[in-house]
């Protein structure tokens, strides 16, 4: 017996009648109208417009969970009985089914691109379906989200590229010459990824030459301020600062996060991702000190003392954590409210960790602190909460030291090699336990195995 015609949810017209008008008087109708009846438009457009949904998402940065999670929600609302995803970091496979139909489809997104507006505007439509949504609303809300341009133009977003990587020169004990210097090289270098981004050719050559105009144009304004009589004698300290724009920070937390829910084929892939960008960046880092004889090894002291020291990481903190929520397309709410969360807890970190406590220690409860503040803002600014987290805790991320640790390698010093990749490997490790803790507590989906 063929499987019963899939029932139009509410606003979707029914399944054409049979050639005769009645139930099918002679054979060839009677046949006509059972092929109909085997293909199922409105399951059909249901598992299109809920695999629209996920390949969105995965599009603009969300992590696997959380893609899978919004399938099944909007599975849910138009009426799929049962949804099966397999996510990666690039790919979608689902299958859904109702009695014995099932449909499985296959999206694949070539070129991810962070849009932290987009995934806020797709948790909000997701958090407002309900059942009897119809498949052709899901798409028409689908098809506005999309439509939407980028929320900052370019200029803004270099310009907080430019702000959150002067705000790391200060972080790393830099003075007012290296946060000038910094901003206009990572400035120039966000405008140059933009841009050769467009020719859509390979993504590593376009960090690798990214990277290098940036450092490029640090050490060109860095000797134009000495020249000018106001060299800031710690520039070496921040030249690795330039590059921290082109730190791969959603594809390292959420790849984190994947794994943290044992969600090996997403997580690894965007690890190893995140791994080939950094590979990419120090490379061009090591290539413009070696050739340059920049020691980009150094680290500097702090410039200023208690309390004002503390001022200016929490000032530094919260500029910075706003340059790279603006680069990532955050709503303003949601982004000043990261750039609060992640200032607080950078400051408290830091001074764990000039009072001596361990690095991997001190990020982990820093970024236990950055979650329970997104879950207690989160439903208010209906933001999706990686939104929140990723902008907060990229602050925290070890770039610099990352870069440091492939220099060594590269050059033949590898007890600097091993001292600062143990470090940044630990202190990423480090915040995505304390994430993966605020999570499992205070979202009831985390704690479930």
Known sequence: MSEPADPPAQGEPADPP?????????VAEWALTDELRLEPVHFIARTDAVMRLGALMLGAGASSARVRDSMERAAHAVGIEHLH??????DIVATTSRGQMFRTRVAEIRRPAIDADRLTALKRLTSELRPGTPATELQRQLDAIESRPRRYPE???????????????????G?????????????????????????????????FLSAMTALLLYLAAAGLLAAAGVPGGQHDAAVTSAVLY???????????????????????????????????????????????????????????????LSVVRLLAGFVGVLGFAVLFDTPGAIALTAAALGAIANVGRLAMVDAGTTPPL??????????????LVGDRLRAARV???????????????????????????????????????????????????????????????
């Open 18 to 26: 049979a050639p005769d008008g009645g139930t099918g008087g002679g």
């Open 85 to 90: 995803t397999r996510v990666g970091m690039t």
């Open 155 to 173: 200029i803004v977003r270099v310009l907080g590229a430019g702000l959150a990587c002067a705000a790391f020169a200060l972080l790393n004990n």
């Open 175 to 207: 003075g007012w010459q290296e946060f000038v210097a910094v901003g206009i090289a990572a400035g120039a270098g966000q405008f140059v990824r933009m841009r050769i981004g467009r020719l859509r050719t390979n993504e590593f050559l376009v960090v």
């Open 246 to 308: 082109l730190v791969p920070g959603f594809p390292l937390v959420t790849g984190a996060l994947d794994l943290a829910r044992l969600d090996l084929n997403a997580g690894v892939s965007r690890v190893v991702y995140a791994t080939l960008v950094l590979l990419a960046t120090g490379t061009a880092v090591w290539g413009i000190g070696s050739l340059f004889h920049a020691t980009v090894t150094q680290t500097a002291t702090p410039l200023f003392d208690e309390p004002l």
């Open 362 to 375: 001190a990020a982990s409860a820093a970024a236990l602190v950055v979650g329970f503040g997104a879950f």
């Open 387 to 449: 939104t929140l987290t990723v902008p907060a805790v990229l602050i925290m991320v070890p770039g610099a030291a990352a870069y440091r640790a492939i220099t060594g390698v590269i050059s033949g010093d590898t007890l600097s090699a091993i001292q600062n990749g143990f470090t940044a490997v630990f202190v990423v490790v480090a915040l995505a336990i304390g994430l993966t803790v605020s999570r499992v507590l205070t979202e009831r989906e985390w704690s479930r195995p």
